[in-house]
């Protein structure tokens, strides 16, 4: 009961000195406290930031288009299939994968000045399959069951003498059907989609006689290289088409991806270790300038264990408080980069506090480890007889 008693008296005593100390000092404290802080702050802004940077890259890099590719089982047995095992297929992809995807129907018509080569296709799909498709003149198509109006390259436009306005007859000699459609715009990419005719799927199934049919599809379908694969082994089982990632794209992100995770992580050990630096030149000017105040408890009887102690509480919860506060300041940091880079805020994870905290605390502590065992090995008398 004697050894609980004195064993609390020393708590009490210790606790006491470490906010005295706090409190007489606070300008020196608030120098190291707005140190870690900030180290924290920054150390959870990226950590959030890394955690959340693939959904968020993968949305991005969503640009360069399709990544999976339906095509018929066997080309030698039939160039289609069917577009209703297409559609049961799309419900085999899990809720929010799926960014857009666009069957395609190709066939030969005759046009005003001669034969084009004409494309089905669904155009917010198309849109999404194809981001690089632009529309130089006019507008793009919205609906997809417009049968009255289509999009053409810029390379076939140029060679029918089209411009945005014009109607055209549209005609395939093997079905016998006939239309007049009008361009609503000119697209261009760079590629092939420069010698097309784009019409919607329902018209060019209608003109070409294939109603139900479709040659191939591209899907924009989110996650890393594995999993599109898995996917697509699942699509594959629904009906007569294969589905294949294609690897260039999905495995390129995955590069791209580690390398920023990669930096990102380089970025926050090196703010880490400037911070832990600073808190380090602070430590040792502070505890320089506390050495007499050392050599004092020591003369009073004070063990280097018991000095340890006192400098070593008064560090950590300094730290504690400065890592815990910078941690959650380093949610509204990551949501200024978010927004400056992808336009849209960054989500929380409630990892990053843990994780940025227990990060600081170890860097303060190396930090604090040296100023702190130097000033232990000075010498008390010649301390304080202020040699």
Do not use: W
Request: glycine share 8%.
């Amino acid at each position: 009961m004697v050894a609980n008693k004195k064993q609390s008296s020393r708590s009490t005593f210790l606790l006491r000195s470490v906010f005295k100390s706090l409190r007489f000092s606070y300008d020196r404290t608030l120098i190291i406290f707005i140190s870690i802080m900030l180290g924290a702050c920054v150390t959870g802004a990226f950590v959030n930031a890394y955690l959340d940077i693939d959904s968020k890259m993968r949305k991005e890099l969503k640009a360069y288009g399709a990544n999976v590719l339906f095509t018929p089982q066997s080309v030698e047995k039939s160039l289609f299939f069917d577009q209703s095992d297409y559609e049961k297929s799309l419900h085999v992809i899990p809720k929010g994968s799926l960014l857009g995807a666009s069957p395609y129907l190709f066939g030969t018509v005759r046009l005003s000045l001669g034969d084009a080569v004409m494309a089905g296709v669904d155009f917010a799909g198309m849109k999404v399959a194809k981001p690089f498709l632009e529309v130089v003149q006019g507008t793009y198509i919205n609906v997809d069951f417009d049968e009255r109006n289509a999009l053409i390259g810029v390379d076939l436009a140029k060679k029918m003498e089209l411009k945005v306005g014009s109607s055209i007859n549209l005609v395939n000699e093997q079905s016998g059907f006939s239309t007049t459609i009008r361009i609503k715009g000119i697209v261009s990419s760079g590629d092939k989609e420069d010698g097309l005719l784009f019409v919607s799927l329902p018209l060019a199934q209608k003109v070409l006689g294939k109603s139900g049919k479709i040659h191939l599809v591209e899907a924009v379908i989110l996650g890393d290289f594995d999993q599109i694969n898995a996917i697509s082994l699942e699509l594959s089982k629904v009906g007569s088409f294969n589905a294949k990632p294609l690897a260039r794209i999905s495995l390129s992100e995955g590069l791209i991806l580690d390398k920023i995770k990669f930096l990102m992580a380089l970025v926050a050990f090196t703010v880490l270790l400037i911070t832990s630096m600073c808190v380090n030149t602070t430590l040792s000017s502070i505890i320089f300038s506390r050495t007499k105040e050392i050599a004092l408890l020591r003369a009073l009887g004070a063990s280097k264990r018991n000095v340890a102690t006192l400098f070593g509480t008064e560090t950590f919860l300094m730290t504690l408080f400065a890592s815990v506060l910078g941690a959650f300041l380093g949610f509204f940091l990551s949501q200024f980069f978010g927004t400056v880079i992808f336009g849209s805020g960054i989500d929380f994870r409630f990892l990053s506090i843990p994780i940025a905290t227990i990060l600081s605390l170890l860097f303060a502590a190396i930090a604090a480890y040296f100023p702190i065992k130097r000033s232990l090995n000075l010498p008390v008398a010649t301390i304080l007889r202020g040699e």
